[in-house]
């Protein structure tokens, strides 16, 4: 099913995922993706934004004060709106209250695995089994 950002209620939602690459830096222009994302960070629902994607948090006007790892060059936006720019191995992440971020995709485990605690699912590796052998 596809549908538009204005045919959704954010309320609806208990999470939002907002991914990394060069779509945020246009989303971050649409009116309904921040009113989206407002929704989120006032209603204190997990949100999710690896490498790019914070630009779209920082585009709400709402991360004054607030920790965000993200792709090392959004540094400059991260200080302009008063966001503390936190510089993090590419494989972790940096969670203030429900804003979980990363720097990149390598990101994604501890990430996602934070998110999805945060939305009352616990998350267990998978057991260790014996490496198989083939003859």
């Known amino acids: 099913m596809t549908i538009t950002w204005t045919d959704v209620n954010p309320k609806?939602?208990?999470?939002?995922?907002?991914?990394?690459?060069?779509?945020?830096?246009?989303?971050?222009?649409?009116?309904?993706?921040?009113?989206?994302?407002?929704?989120?960070?006032?209603?204190s629902k997990p949100?999710?934004?690896m490498c790019h994607g914070p630009q779209i948090l920082l585009a709400t006007g709402l991360m004054t004060g607030k920790?965000?790892?993200c792709y090392p060059t959004m540094m400059p936006e991260c200080t302009l709106s008063k966001a503390e720019f936190c510089k993090v191995p590419n494989d972790q992440c940096v969670v203030d209250g429900p804003i979980i971020t990363g720097p990149t995709w390598l990101s994604c485990p501890p990430m996602m695995t934070c998110f999805t605690e945060m939305l009352g699912c616990k998350v267990t590796p998978p057991p260790?089994?014996?490496p198989t052998m083939t003859h």
């Not at 830096?25 to 006032?42: A, G, M, N, S």
């Open 67 to 69: 920790k965000i790892a």
């Open 12 to 43: 609806t939602y208990d999470g939002l995922v907002l991914p990394g690459g060069r779509a945020p830096e246009y989303l971050r222009c649409d009116p309904t993706v921040i009113e989206w994302t407002t929704c989120f960070i006032k209603c």
């Open 47 to 49: 949100i999710v934004a």
């Open 128 to 130: 260790s089994t014996p």
